[in-house]
T-cell receptor, first 116, second 112 residues
Framework: DTGVSQNPRHKITKRGQNVTFRCDPI?????LYWYRQTLGQGPEFLTYFQNEAQLEKSRLLSDRFSAERPKGSFSTLEIQRTEQGDSAMYLC??????????????FGPGTRLTVL | AQSVTQLGSHVSVSEGALVLLRCNYSSSVPPYLFWYVQYPNQGLQLLLK??????LVKGINGFEAEFKKSETSFHLTKPSAHMSDAAEYFC??????????FGTGTSLTVIP
């Protein structure tokens, strides 16, 4: 078990550019989540996949954001035409679907995005 | 709807003193509750969780939390603070779905 990994760890970009982040979940986990965390705040849910299906999207996920998990393993989060307000830490988490109850989510180290 | 309130965005304790970080939740259904710790520039690490059963939950690094339904609380405690405990702590609630709702966090400073 190598844990959840995210790449890159840091990304600096200019306003208007597109960026893509990658998340590799814990290998046996079938659920994958993306969160955004701004300074002084807790993580805010963006979207969630079960296997390759994107099952839930937050209203925070504007049209400029898209996430994929094509083979039910790794996931990518793309932000098009970045804005300064997109500057944040983007966190990925994964879990194994629990029978009843709730999953326990395990988080990666995050990708810190800075939009200049 | 679910939400979490963490009272005190900053808490300072002396090394060896009791750590108490407060979390109150709001949930329309029986909640599942979690505490995570975040070190600078890192992701969140699970400290402990309450799902069902015993209301006093023990976690890693000597932390524990008690679920009190009557008070809608899930406060995190540690009997003796260590310098390595300095970090940001987040309480989260889930209603059994897949969305976690996090509080705004409490920054713990340990004074030598």
């Amino acid at each position: 078990d190598t844990g959840v990994s995210q790449n890159p760890r840091h990304k600096i970009t200019k306003r208007g550019q597109n960026v893509t982040f990658r998340c590799d979940p814990i290998s046996e986990h079938n659920r994958l989540y993306w969160y955004r965390q701004t300074l002084g705040q807790g993580p805010e849910f963006l979207t969630y996949f079960q296997n390759e299906a994107q099952l839930e999207k937050s209203r925070l996920l504007s049209d400029r954001f898209s996430a994929e998990r094509p083979k039910g393993s790794f996931s990518t989060l793309e932000i098009q035409r970045t804005e300064q307000g997109d500057s944040a830490m983007y966190l990925c988490a994964s879990s194994l679907a629990a029978r009843g109850g709730t999953d326990t989510q395990y988080f990666g180290p995050g990708t810190r995005l800075t939009v200049l | 709807a679910q939400s979490v309130t963490q009272l005190g965005s900053h808490v300072s304790v002396s090394e060896g003193a009791l750590v108490l970080l407060r979390c109150n939740y709001s949930s329309s259904v029986p909640p599942y509750l979690f505490w995570y710790v975040q070190y600078p520039n890192q992701g969140l690490q699970l400290l402990l969780k309450y799902t069902t059963g015993a209301t006093l939950v023990k976690g890693i690094n000597g932390f524990e939390a008690e679920f009190k339904k009557s008070e809608t609380s899930f406060h995190l405690t540690k009997p003796s603070a260590h310098m390595s405990d300095a970090a940001e702590y987040f309480c989260a609630v889930s209603a059994g779905g897949n969305q976690f709702y996090f509080g705004t966090g409490t920054s713990l400073t340990v004074i030598p």
